[in-house]
């Protein structure tokens, strides 16, 4: 398929199944005889096939986006400059994208997600040019915190709070299982001889249900009739409307609820059936207890989830599996499933194994019924009926959906946040109150904790992670862990370059490199201070811009003014606050005096120190290089110039 040949088509088939259209199609910008916008269209087509439809659709919107941003500027840019090929995107067209993104409030990730697809079908399949852009700026993105102890500690007693209330509805299910159904001619408000107001009838809760479940509500009863039947012009009146024993409990659950001594339907209906709050807090303590992601968790099979391992060990011992279902990365098929294990202990009542069991049991009421529609869930999610939960019942006929399962992202999204509006769970005194404050925490939590008696090594097999490296970057970047790392990498850098130094190391190196390890260095250093101000690799072979006509051929270069622009300088620790003395020298003189024959050069002079400074940016090596200036003040004479003919007077003499 060449560019010419996606005119015709307008919807492709994303890796995992879904369709998705082409919006940009119907955008007044968008034209069929222009190179850009078939181009666009073609990259489209190409990109979406290999990636998943959220990733698609991102590509589709942030062309749209594109249209508009060319569109404005159709109107203030000369004819003759408008981009209409495709090879028109250039640095600057993308610039000005990534402002006009800013500038109307819109995630840079549009102009990534642009860069990105342009590289990929480009390399891919050739048959557009392949576009080179500098990396797009973007705001730091949130550091993946574990959660605190003290919110650790709470969410912990929170969540073995409520999974002892889960335990408690499965007791109370055998009580309604023993109850006796009512029945309409022989309940108090119908006794021919002495009938009891509806409002003064102490209805037995257990009975109630009973009464439901025999009835087939709410999931035996279609949609149509049930919405009929709960309507409350059909149940307001009781002695004229409620000629049945399921109008007589709507209208005391319904009618009758929130006055002293009744309670609503949807209290009655969650003594007996799960919430999403139920299903979402065992998926949190799952997640929690296993260090699987989430979409490990709610990808457990309810009829296949023990290991062939299972009691071969210890009877009492589970080997508990799920699949890692979506496989990452451009060249991989979509379904590439991985299998994650984790043990779990039999006996106990919140391990791994019993809480899946819970989960089943929970569900068990609502399996068996066809799902209604759904207008929240996506495409490619499905309902894992391990954790299938009952809706609110104004829920029922508004968006048409009775039950729905917590593999369903908002389900398990609106779960957590009733469980957090629920539960109090403080971190450094602020509530938690949403799934994003704790979901992604969960895996960094418990990879913390297990890192005090496990090795990383483990806690990478048990993530299904082929690299170590995976398992310590990319699910903890906290504070601490980014501390850790950095003293790592220093002790590893130092002990790099301490053979260097020594003539030691035995690793693979450049050309250059390998010249630059073996190079003789001549170090300055000023008369009195004990730091030298930097190193020469080779003063005969000076490169700094107009050398040739101050140094002769075969002579030592002294010229220390000149050394930032050469290529021979060697810079080190000791050099930051020489660095740093001449870049305020550089700053005082721009400032304090007119432009001259010299103001270009400080000007590119002090670009280069801000570079070199800025790369030495750690903190500690800032702190101890001002000290260091403000001990020995002055380090340099405004005049650099002026070093030269000490140096050469130390050459000569030696």
């Known amino acids: 398929m060449d560019v010419n040949e996606v005119l015709d088509i307008a919807t492709v088939e994303a890796r995992c199944g879904m369709l998705l259209r082409a919006p940009y199609l119907n955008h007044p910008y968008y034209s069929s005889t222009s190179n850009l916008c078939i181009t666009l269209h073609y990259i489209f087509m190409r990109y979406a096939p290999t990636v998943v439809a959220e990733n698609g659709y991102r590509l589709s919107r942030a062309i749209c986006i594109f249209f508009d941003y060319l569109t404005e500027q159709r109107e203030i840019t000369p004819v003759a400059l408008q981009p209409t090929e495709f090879s028109d995107i250039s640095i600057e067209v993308l610039l000005g994208y990534q402002d006009y993104l800013h500038r109307n409030k819109m995630p840079i990730s549009n102009a990534e997600k642009m860069k990105s697809a342009f590289g990929a079908v480009a390399k891919q399949h050739g048959t557009i040019p392949l576009l080179l852009f500098p990396v797009i700026n973007r705001p730091p993105s949130k550091k993946t915190e574990p959660?605190?102890?003290?919110?650790?500690?709470?969410?912990?007693?929170?969540?073995?709070?409520?999974?002892?209330?889960?335990?408690?509805?499965?007791?109370?299910?055998?009580?309604?299982?023993?109850?006796?159904?009512?029945?309409?001619?022989?309940?108090?408000?119908?006794?021919?001889?002495?009938?009891?107001?509806?409002?003064?009838?102490?209805?037995?809760?257990?009975?109630?249900?009973?009464?439901?479940?025999?009835?087939?509500?709410?999931?035996?009863?279609?949609?149509?009739?049930?919405?009929?039947?709960?309507?409350?012009?059909?149940?307001?009146?009781?002695?004229?409307?409620?000629?049945?024993?399921?109008?007589?409990?709507?209208?005391?659950?319904?009618?009758?609820?929130?006055?002293?001594?009744?309670?609503?339907?949807?209290?009655?209906?969650?003594?007996?059936?799960?919430?999403?709050?139920?299903?979402?807090?065992?998926?949190?303590?799952?997640?929690?207890?296993?260090?699987?992601?989430?979409?490990?968790?709610?990808?457990?099979?309810?009829?296949?989830?023990?290991?062939?391992?299972?009691?071969?060990?210890?009877?009492?011992?589970?080997?508990?599996?799920?699949?890692?279902?979506?496989?990452?990365?451009?060249?991989?098929?979509?379904?590439?499933?991985?299998?994650?294990?984790?043990?779990?202990?039999?006996?106990?009542?919140?391990?791994?194994?019993?809480?899946?069991?819970?989960?089943?049991?929970?569900?068990?009421?609502?399996?068996?019924?066809?799902?209604?529609?759904?207008?929240?869930?996506?495409?490619?999610?499905?309902?894992?009926?391990?954790?299938?939960?009952?809706?609110?019942?104004?829920?029922?006929?508004?968006?048409?959906?009775?039950?729905?399962?917590?593999?369903?992202?908002?389900?398990?999204?609106?779960?957590?946040?009733?469980?957090?509006?629920?539960?109090?769970?403080?971190?450094?005194?602020?509530?938690?109150?949403?799934?994003?404050?704790?979901?992604?925490?969960?895996?960094?939590?418990?990879?913390?904790?297990?890192?005090?008696?496990?090795?990383?090594?483990?806690?990478?097999?048990?993530?299904?992670?082929?690299?170590?490296?995976?398992?310590?970057?990319?699910?903890?970047?906290?504070?601490?862990?980014m501390k850790e790392r950095r003293e790592r990498l220093r002790d590893e850098l130092e002990a790099v370059v301490t053979l260097l130094v020594n003539r030691q190391f035995t690793g693979l190196m450049s050309k250059k490199a390998n010249a630059q390890a073996s190079a003789q260095i001549k170090f300055f250093t000023i008369p009195g201070k004990d730091r030298p101000l930097w190193g020469c690799e080779d003063q005969y072979a000076p490169d700094w811009l107009g050398h040739e006509s101050f140094i002769e051929p075969g002579s030592k270069c002294f010229q220390l003014d000149k050394c930032i622009g050469c290529s021979k300088i060697r810079l080190y620790e000791d050099s930051l606050p020489y660095l740093m003395e001449r870049q305020s020298h550089i700053e005082y003189e721009l400032e304090n005096e007119s432009k001259g024959p010299r103001t270009s050069d400080l000007e590119w002079e002090k670009d280069i120190l801000e570079s070199l400074i800025d790369d030495m940016a750690d903190e500690d090596l800032i702190k101890d290089a001002a000290r260091y200036r403000r001990r020995n003040a002055p380090l340099l004479p405004r005049d650099m110039s002026s070093l030269r003919l000490i140096f050469e007077e130390e050459s000569a003499n030696v």
Not at 338 to 364: F, G, P
Not at 381 to 409: C, I, Q, T, Y
Request: proline share 5%.
């Open 147 to 481: 959660l605190s102890d003290d919110a650790y500690e709470g969410l912990k007693t929170a969540l073995i709070t409520h999974i002892d209330k889960l335990y408690e509805k499965l007791e109370y299910r055998k009580v309604v299982e023993r109850a006796t159904a009512y029945e309409y001619h022989s309940i108090p408000p119908n006794d021919p001889d002495n009938p009891l107001p509806v409002r003064a009838w102490n209805i037995d809760h257990a009975r109630s249900l009973k009464t439901l479940t025999e009835l087939g509500f709410p999931m035996g009863i279609p949609l149509d009739i049930l919405s009929e039947s709960m309507s409350r012009p059909r149940i307001n009146g009781y002695s004229r409307d409620c000629d049945t024993i399921l109008k007589a409990l709507m209208y005391k659950y319904i009618i009758c609820a929130g006055t002293e001594g009744h309670i609503k339907l949807d209290d009655l209906l969650d003594k007996y059936y799960p919430t999403s709050m139920d299903q979402a807090a065992i998926v949190v303590f799952l997640l929690l207890q296993s260090g699987w992601n989430k979409e490990t968790v709610i990808g457990i099979d309810e009829s296949d989830f023990e290991h062939v391992l299972t009691g071969s060990i210890d009877e009492g011992l589970a080997v508990i599996f799920s699949e890692k279902y979506r496989s990452q990365g451009l060249d991989k098929p979509y379904e590439a499933p991985k299998t994650i294990t984790a043990s779990s202990n039999r006996e106990d009542r919140y391990s791994i194994y019993s809480l899946i069991i819970l989960a089943q049991k929970l569900s068990a009421p609502l399996k068996g019924y066809p799902f209604d529609t759904n207008p929240f869930q996506k495409a490619w999610e499905e309902r894992n009926p391990l954790f299938l939960f009952l809706r609110a019942n104004g829920d029922w006929f508004k968006n048409g959906s009775r039950h729905s399962s917590v593999s369903v992202l908002r389900a398990y999204v609106v779960g957590i946040e009733h469980f957090l509006k629920e539960y109090e769970v403080i971190e450094d005194g602020k509530r938690l109150l949403r799934a994003a404050d704790i979901t992604k925490r969960l895996r960094p939590t418990w990879s913390l904790h297990k890192k005090q008696t496990t090795p990383l090594s483990m806690i990478a097999t048990h993530f299904g992670h082929e690299s170590t490296s995976t398992t310590d970057v990319h699910y903890d970047s906290s504070g601490a862990a």
